[in-house]
């Protein structure tokens, strides 16, 4: 149907819909009369009633407000606030088909935008519920802490979420110390520590991070990581990135040691390594004849990174941005790359490739970019070779990949 055929839709219009598939970002396809609508809160082959809330050029937004004739995967929310909080939104989803959905969304990011078929399973990680280890939240002009509505600055008061680890659920949390009107961060270590720290509210789009108050716990935590290698401690910032599931560091470690196959004498390239996840674990691998090259642009990621390697001498810490920094490297045998939710970027793919790594292990916690640097590696002569997918964020439509790259043979 032509656009100047498409039926104009209202916001506030309720529709009655048939959902058609699972997209990108948490949403589900429906179509009325031609006009595209991604819908929150439904599931494939259901028929909904959809509230219009937002309007595009190209297609609606909307919200399942009824249920006519439900999916059988449909189930009670564990938590009262879903469909409010902004945190999950798959919480109306038994468990099993949020994986299932999460493997179509690769699929479908990867033969849209790579032009590439994959097939993988989401794999479990953890419980669905009591996984969380580090969270932010907001307190209202009230004091009530609380999660963002979905697309909005307006908090939702809340008083338990089921996916924190209840050691940091807000009943644990002191609303008079932490005050009205602001940020609050709270991690929990593998040993039990806990950190909660306050901010003020950004305003506008203030770049610079506000004056951070850490109201307890100290200045770091320290995280345990098993391998098949051993044990290693690490120690965090409280501002540093840091895996938030339970169980994600010691799974995305045995997946890209894995992939990486690593060997004596070898040197790795740790792009975007923050506090050193992947150099720790590798470091056995290729002994004290190998090297490592850790490139973070977060000064504060690397100066964890220096505590952590201080008595590692072919440990490399390179503070400073990716694009730039990678030029200056003239080789490296295996490249693990964990950039944010925004990908590498081609300049980023282009320069490494010119590395000529023999492996490339790119984790990603967005399909489409990931699908997208797929191709560009494609185009540049490394194959995928191999992907797995992780459930690291259940009741949400976030997922993990670890994607391992090799040079094309050459007939």
Same mark, same amino acid.
């Given at each position: ?35 595209v609508i991604f ?30 004739? $439900? ?15 902004? &945190? ?12 299932e959905l999460k ?24 419980? $669905? ?26 908090v939702i008061p ?33 040993? &039990?520590?806990?950190?909660? $720290? ?11 991070? !506000? ?64 506090? &050193? ?54 080789? $490296? ?6 950039? !944010?939710?925004?990908?590498? &970027? ?66």
């Amino acid at each position: 149907m032509t656009e100047s055929k498409r039926k104009a839709l209202q916001i506030g219009e309720i529709l009655r819909v048939e959902i058609e598939k699972v997209a990108h970002g948490g949403h589900f396809i429906a179509r009325h009369e031609g006009a595209v609508i991604f819908v929150r809160h439904a599931i494939p082959g259901e028929i909904v009633e959809v509230r219009i809330t937002g309007l595009d050029k190209s297609f609606a937004r909307g919200d399942v407000i009824a249920v006519i004739e $439900a999916s059988p995967a449909r189930v009670n929310a564990p938590c009262e606030y879903a469909g409010n909080c902004g &945190g999950c939104d798959f919480q109306h989803i038994a468990i099993d088909k949020q994986r299932e959905l999460k493997s179509e969304v690769i699929a479908e990011q990867f033969a849209r935008i790579s032009k590439m078929e994959v097939d993988v399973v989401v794999e479990e990680v953890s419980p $669905a519920l009591h996984w969380r280890t580090r969270y932010a939240a907001s307190s209202n002009v009230s004091g009530e802490l609380g999660f963002s509505a979905i697309r909005s600055n307006t908090v939702i008061p809340i008083s338990s979420c089921p996916v924190l680890i209840p050691d940091i659920d807000f009943p644990s949390l002191s609303r008079e110390r932490i005050g009205k009107s602001k940020r609050i961060e709270v991690a929990i270590s593998s040993s &039990g520590e806990r950190s909660v $720290a306050v901010m003020d509210v950004r305003k506008g789009r203030e770049e610079k991070r !506000p004056e951070v108050t850490i109201i307890e716990g100290g200045d770091f935590l320290n995280y345990e990581v098993s391998s098949a290698e051993g044990v290693r401690n690490y120690q965090v910032s409280q501002s540093s990135f840091w895996q938030s599931n339970i169980n994600a560091p010691e799974k995305l470690v045995e997946a890209v040691l894995d992939f990486a196959n690593l060997q004596l004498g070898e040197h790795l390239l740790d792009l975007y390594g923050g506090v &050193g996840l992947f150099a720790g674990a590798a470091l056995p691998l290729i002994g004290s004849q190998g090297r490592i090259d850790i490139i973070e642009g977060s000064s504060i990621a690397t100066s964890d990174a220096r505590r952590n390697f201080e008595s590692e001498a072919n440990v490399y810490i390179h503070t400073g941005d990716v694009a730039k920094a990678i030029r200056s490297v003239a080789t $490296a045998d295996v490249i693990v790359l964990d950039p !944010p939710r925004t990908g590498a &970027g081609k300049p980023v793919i282009e320069s490494l490739v010119k590395i000529k790594p023999r492996a490339i292990i790119y984790v990603a916690c967005d399909p489409a970019a990931l699908a997208r640097d797929t191709g560009y590696l494609q185009e540049l002569g490394y194959h995928l070779e191999a992907i797995r997918a992780f459930d690291l964020f259940p009741m949400t439509h976030h997922i993990e990949a670890v994607a391992l790259y090799s040079p094309r043979k050459v007939s």
